[in-house]
């Protein structure tokens, strides 16, 4: 099944700290990682309650990277959501039960980023997620605190099913990325709508919950048809016909 990680990055209170760990084992989540946090006593083991476990045995990272480099699956809460699909930062979005029916079939480290009280994630951290979630909120006070938040989620992802499939890790997907970047160079991709791109390829890839074997098929894909506009580009097209020598017999590149 999916191992659900709630990270909290930056959060600014102690006290929100320790109810996030309480919510937390309401729903029977225990690990918790956070990111830069403030000091914190008394105020945050008061909060907790009987959590004190799962506070006391919180990863604390010093960047989002640590987080990252170990998760299958980043999932990014929000409550600021992009005007239209054309703008891919926040868009398309995702209610927590829809988490829910996605998460469902697979297996892997799903990391949940809930930001700070007082500004949220930044377009930075929000862009590196691979699937945007918001919770339907009143538009009249639409912002919830953190730990409203975490319980939320944890509510709609308790008692997930076994997964039928396993997740690409997250340095298959890094280098699939990598590979449709360098595809882009080589078609003339507009260079200003490169960032614009990119995220979308991450909306699109990272909610299709891709497995290693399609990772590796996507790649055989992208190789071949690299090898079928290189000499276009440099018009030495002659004696590279479908099948011809040299060419990647199939989209593994096998």
């Known amino acids: 099944?999916?191992?659900?990680?709630?990270?909290?990055?930056?959060?600014?209170?102690?006290?929100?700290?320790?109810?996030?760990?309480?919510?937390?084992?309401?729903?029977?989540?225990?690990?918790?990682?956070?990111?830069?946090?403030?000091?914190?006593?008394v105020e945050a083991t008061a909060r907790a309650s009987h959590a004190r476990e799962v506070l006391e045995g919180a990863r604390i990272a010093s960047s989002l990277d640590e987080v990252i480099t170990e998760s299958n699956l980043l999932v990014a809460t929000t409550g600021g959501l992009s005007k239209t699909v054309s703008h891919a930062m926040r868009m398309p979005y995702y209610t927590p039960a829809e988490l829910r029916e996605m998460l469902s079939p697979v297996n892997g480290r799903i990391s949940i980023l809930f930001g700070r009280e007082d500004r949220g994630l930044g377009n930075d951290e929000v862009r590196r997620c691979d699937v945007i979630c918001t919770i339907p909120t009143s538009a009249d006070y639409p912002i919830l605190n953190i730990s409203h938040a975490v319980g939320v989620v944890c509510y709609e992802l308790a008692n997930l099913p076994r997964g039928d499939y396993n997740l690409a890790s997250r340095q298959e997907m890094d280098a699939f990325y990598d590979h449709i970047d360098r595809f882009l160079d080589l078609v003339d991709?507009?260079?200003y709508k490169r960032a614009n791109t990119m995220t979308m390829m991450r909306r699109i890839f990272?909610?299709?919950?891709?497995?290693?074997?399609e990772v590796t098929t996507m790649h055989g894909l992208l190789r071949r048809t690299e090898w079928m506009i290189e000499p276009?580009?440099?018009?030495?097209?002659e004696g590279r016909e479908a099948g011809g020598q040299g060419m990647p017999s199939d989209p593994e590149g096998r």
Do not use: C, Q, S
């Open 206 to 213: 990272g909610r299709t919950m891709l497995t290693p074997r």
């Open 1 to 41: 099944m999916a191992e659900i990680e709630i990270v909290l990055v930056e959060p600014l209170y102690e006290g929100n700290i320790g109810f996030a760990a309480r919510v937390m084992k309401n729903f029977g989540f225990t690990r918790l990682t956070m990111v830069n946090p403030p000091d914190w006593g």
């Open 189 to 191: 991709h507009f260079e």
């Open 232 to 237: 276009w580009k440099h018009g030495e097209y």
